[in-house]
C-alpha cells in the first residue's frame, strides 16, 4: 500500500486550508472505499502530517491533530500541500522545515501535488524552478515578485511534470483530486468519485474566471502612464508605436520595460483590457456580440473571437450563455 501524506500546516493558513485537507482526506477515503467494493485493495493509506502535534485554523475555531509529525515520517510516496495564506514568507521558521522536508522527500521518489496557493510553499523548496506551476489568478503578480524562476501557467487549471502536480485558485483543487485519482487508481474510479461527489470530470482550463484588473504593483513611472492611458481609451484605436512615442520613449525599449512590470505586452495588455470589458457586458446585458465587440474597439468578428477564446478559453456566445442569468 502507498502512503499519502497531506501536509497539515500551522502558520500562514486560512479557511481554504481547511477545505483542502478535509477535500482530500474526503476524496481519497471515497476512492479506497469504491476500489474496496470491487475486492481490491486501498491504494493509499492516508496520513495528516504536521510539524507539531496540533495546528488551529480561523483564529483557533477548528483544530486538526496530525496523526505524525515530518520527523517521523522518512518515506512517502505522495505529498498533498493545502492552500496557504497568500502572504507567504518564508521567513517563517515552520515553513523552512516543511519546504526542506517535502524536497528531501522528492529527491527519494515522492510525487508532490500542491493547491492552489500552497505552491508557495511548494516553489519555497525550490522544485518548481524551470517548471510549470499554475495558481489562483489573483495570487500570479505576488508569487512572480516572490519566486521569478518559476513559469506560470494560470491559464491552466492543473499542471503536471516530473512527479509534481499544481493547480489553479478557489475549490479547483477539487478538480485536481480526480485527476490524481485517475493516475493512481483507474479512469472508473475517478468517474466515480467525480459522480459522488459531484465534481466536474476533465476540466483544464480556468481562464473564464480570471477578473484582469492590471498588474499596478511595480515602480515603472512610464508603464503606469501607459497603463492608465491604455484603460481610459482602450475601445479607440491605440498605436503603440505612437503612445511610446507620446512617452518619449523607443519602443522597443517601451516594450521591454512594459513586459517586465506587467508581464504582458503592450499589445497583450489592450487585447485584455477589451476583453475584460466585453466579458462584463456579456455577463450583465442583452447586447449580442457583435454590438460588444464594437463597443471594445473590434471591428472584425472573427479576430474578436479568436482574441476571446484565446484569453478565456471559451467563444463570446458560450461565455454569455454560461454566465447571463438573462440568456440562460
Known amino acids: 500500500m502507498k502512503h499519502l501524506t497531506l501536509l497539515i500546516p ?8 481547511v477545505s483542502c485537507i478535509i477535500g482530500a482526506y474526503h476524496a481519497f477515503s471515497e476512492a479506497n472505499s469504491y476500489f474496496n ?7 493509499f493509506k492516508i496520513e495528516l502530517v504536521g510539524t507539531s502535534n496540533s495546528s488551529e485554523f480561523v483564529n483557533g475555531l477548528l483544530t486538526i491533530r496530525p496523526q505524525f509529525t515530518i520527523q517521523s515520517v522518512h518515506k512517502t510516496d505522495l505529498i498533498i500541500i493545502p492552500a496557504l495564506n497568500g502572504e507567504f514568507k518564508m521567513a517563517k521558521q515552520q515553513n523552512k522545515l516543511l519546504a526542506d522536508w517535502i524536497r528531501g522527500q522528492y529527491k527519494v521518489g515522492a510525487e508532490i501535488a500542491s493547491m492552489c496557493t500552497g505552491a508557495y510553499l511548494l516553489a519555497a523548496t525550490e522544485l518548481l524552478n524551470g517548471r510549470s506551476c499554475s495558481i489562483h489568478w489573483d495570487s500570479v503578480e505576488h508569487f512572480r515578485k516572490l519566486f521569478p524562476k518559476v513559469h ?17 485558485g478557489g475549490f479547483s483543487f477539487l478538480n485536481l483530486l480526480i485527476y490524481l485519482i485517475e493516475k493512481y487508481y483507474n479512469r472508473e ?16 482550463s480556468q481562464s473564464d474566471f480570471v477578473i484582469f484588473s492590471g498588474q499596478k504593483s511595480h515602480g515603472d513611472d ?3 502612464k501607459a497603463q492608465a492611458y491604455m484603460e481610459s481609451n482602450f475601445c479607440e484605436k491605440i498605436s503603440v508605436e505612437k503612445l511610446s512615442k507620446e512617452l518619449a520613449i523607443g519602443r522597443r525599449n517601451f516594450d521591454r ?14 487585447q485584455r483590457l477589451k476583453i475584460e470589458s466585453a466579458k462584463k457586458s456579456l455577463e450583465t446585458t442583452r447586447k449580442t456580440v457583435s454590438e460588444i465587440m464594437y463597443e471594445v474597439g473590434y471591428s472584425d468578428l472573427k479576430a474578436f473571437r479568436e482574441v476571446f477564446r484565446k484569453i478565456t478559453g471559451i467563444s463570446p456566445l458560450e ?6 442569468k438573462e440568456t440562460s
Open 319 to 324: 461565455y454569455k450563455n454560461k454566465y447571463n
Open 257 to 270: 520595460r512594459f513586459i517586465r512590470a506587467t508581464g504582458n505586452t503592450p499589445v497583450e495588455y489592450l
Open 10 to 17: 500551522d502558520v500562514q493558513t486560512g479557511p481554504n486550508t
Open 37 to 43: 467494493k470491487l475486492g481490491k485493495p486501498s491504494v
Open 152 to 168: 506560470l501557467k494560470v491559464e491552466k487549471l492543473i499542471t503536471d511534470e516530473h512527479g509534481i502536480y499544481t493547480n489553479g
Open 189 to 204: 474510479t475517478a468517474i466515480y468519485c467525480s459522480k459522488v461527489l459531484q465534481i466536474e470530470i476533465d476540466r483544464q
Open 222 to 224: 512610464i508603464v503606469h
